[in-house]
Nanobody, 125 residues
Framework: VQLQASGGGLVQAGGSLRLSCAAS????????MGWFRQAPGKEREFVAA????????YYGDSVKGRFTISRDNAKNTVYLQMNSLKPEDTAAYSC???????????????????WGQGTLVTVSS
């Protein structure tokens, strides 16, 4: 699986951005697609994930109610719609793919075997 993330940029607090992660190279059924972020000087943090089959979604506590993860099966693309952005959302956002079917593991970056490059999101106050 090859992953290509895009859509980052500079936005004012309260604004919105949509990130995209295009996947290619392997059939995604059975995978979980996730978004993680890493701010300077901080550890990588789970943001959201979606089961490719069935579309069940999961969110980190800090983004619940503001971010929405979705997928487009035809385009093999996962999206992260980010609304009500805050300066603390500033980070490099990376998409990843996991073959794990165990729910408790999808929050852990070590469960993801495929990673795309990061796309930088900067939220100004």
């Amino acid at each position: 699986v090859q992953l290509q993330a895009s859509g980052g940029g500079l936005v004012q607090a309260g604004g919105s951005l949509r990130l995209s992660c295009a996947a290619s190279g392997s059939f995604l059924s059975g995978h979980t697609m996730g978004w993680f972020r890493q701010a300077p000087g901080k550890e990588r943090e789970f943001v959201a994930a979606i089961r490719w089959s069935g579309g069940v979604t999961y969110y980190g506590d800090s983004v619940k109610g503001r971010f929405t993860i979705s997928r487009d099966n035809a385009k093999n693309t996962v999206y992260l719609q980010m609304n009500s952005l805050k300066p603390e959302d500033t980070a490099a956002y990376s998409c990843a793919a996991s073959r794990s079917l165990i729910t408790s593991t999808i929050y852990r970056q070590t469960s993801y075997g495929y990673w795309g490059q990061g796309t930088l999101v900067t939220v100004s106050s």
